[in-house]
């Protein structure tokens, strides 16, 4: 019998992060949990191992070839419990993360997803300050122009799969083009407390693939755009503003000389 | 003492539309003494026809370039390795001189001997030439250490020849960068000042720019500073990073018909 919530957790190879992610799964104060580690490569698979021990609530999924998002997609099909989530192997939830959540779903019968907010962290897990849009309000108009809903989800699998999953051909974007498919279905509830820590180092996905990000989140708003008949009615546009900040490293002396 | 010459790049890739009062506006200078080194870098609107059409009327323009389209960045280092001119500058196939506008720089660097370069300040005008006002990025104060954040030498510029080629010319490498690349060499090299007169029109094309093209125009621009780290030796002292915000847009569509 699987537990209520089953929290797949995307391992990339980096041990210390993934041991800091589990450890935060371990002390949640909501304990009907079952962990997948979809990890890809050897590398991935081995600090999986040495991060899960003996722990018999979590295992390792087989991924084989292919992609990330093809492996958690995959894990997400295999899903049989009533709700779902996805916690990052770089990142870590805190202590009442999946509780606020379920309750805020258990609250409201009709919604298909529920998030919170987010701090962001750096490698060394120093705090660097709350995610920069979890307080926008939600609303499924306001999601085509931000992104706001994220980075921890709650999914009834149930809607999840009706929404159609993850759809592998939006790599850089599958959080958002899910999104944006499951508003147009149900309802999505904020949970107005910090509920997650990503982390921010130079091989996350929003550092080392930026640019790649925008184009693709870019895609799926215009597919949503079309899929809900807005483009009859809109010119749908992406604008970039962009610049370069240049700091002293030594802001009181020694610094480089002024020109 | 003669009156110096003036050379003139202008990249032609598919601004048929727009290519003629760009080139008109060369004609219509109140200073004769030029050269405009068009760069055919492989139109396929027809502007490769219009600049064989000028060049046939004027011997002032020549086509250059084998009507491949190899980039921004190989057009305008090609277009002016061909220069004969004592002063280079860069006219875009969508944009206007002012009537003023090489004889107002050309005297302005005569006065000062000693710049590398000189820019002027310029307007924004629509995709029908209706003016939009004047322009903003020249607005920021000159120094070489702010054009590491900002590109405020712009437009129009124009440089000494043999500055130009002092500091290596345009770098085909840099890509869609390679005017910015070019200005912090410069600036590393020679004095630049700015001549407060609006002597360039600038024509705002909304969906002139992919989305894919603007964010390599992003990626170019930090790479460019970058490299100007290095060669300024600041890369032990200061920290880069770069701040990017990209928006979703919805407008809504104007009336069919258009308004009364």
Known sequence: MSAAVTVLVPARGEAAFLAIALASLRLQTFVEWQAVVVAVGEAARAAAQAAIGDDSRMRIMDVGEGTELEALARAAQDVRSEFACVLDGDDALEPDALAQLHAMLAAHPAAGMAYGRHVLVDAGGRMLGLGPLCELPYSRDGLLLDFMTGPLRLFRTAAFRDAGGYDIGTADAADYDLCLRLSEARDIVHAPRVVYRRRIHPQAPEVARWSEGIEARYRAFVAAVKRRGLDAKYDIALEIDSWHILQPLKPFGGAGKLR | ?260
């Open chain 2, 1 to 260: 003492m003669p009156l110096p010459l003036v050379s003139i790049a202008t990249p032609v890739y598919n601004t048929a539309r727009f290519l003629p009062a760009a080139l008109d506006s060369l004609l219509a200078q109140d200073y004769p003494h030029w050269e405009s080194l068009m760069w055919d870098d492989g139109s396929t609107d027809g502007s490769s026809e219009i600049a064989v059409a000028y060049a046939a009327r004027d011997p002032r323009f020549r086509l250059l370039g084998n009507g491949r389209n190899n980039g921004v960045g190989i057009a305008l280092s090609s277009a002016l390795a061909a220069a004969t001119g004592d002063y280079v500058g860069v006219l875009d196939g969508d944009d206007i001189l002012e009537p003023d506008a090489l004889s107002s720089m050309v005297g302005f660097m005569r006065e000062r001997p000693q710049l590398g370069m000189a820019y002027s300040q310029y307007t924004e005008m629509d995709e029908e030439g209706r003016p939009m006002g004047l322009g903003g990025r020249f607005r920021k104060p000159y120094s070489p250490y702010a054009l590491l954040v900002d590109f405020m030498v712009y437009h129009f510029r124009l440089a000494r020849t043999d500055a130009y080629r002092a500091v290596g010319g345009f770098d085909a490498s840099m890509d869609v960068s390679a005017d910015y690349d070019f200005c912090l060499r410069m600036s590393e090299r020679y004095p630049v000042e700015h001549l407060p007169k609006s002597l360039y029109r600038y024509r705002i094309r909304h969906n002139s720019i992919s989305q894919g093209s603007r964010l390599r125009q992003v990626k170019a621009s930090f790479a460019a500073v970058q490299r100007a780290l290095e060669r300024r030796g600041m890369t032990h002292s200061h920290a880069l990073s770069l701040g990017i915000r990209a928006r979703h847009v919805l407008r809504p569509k104007a009336p069919r018909g258009g308004e009364a």
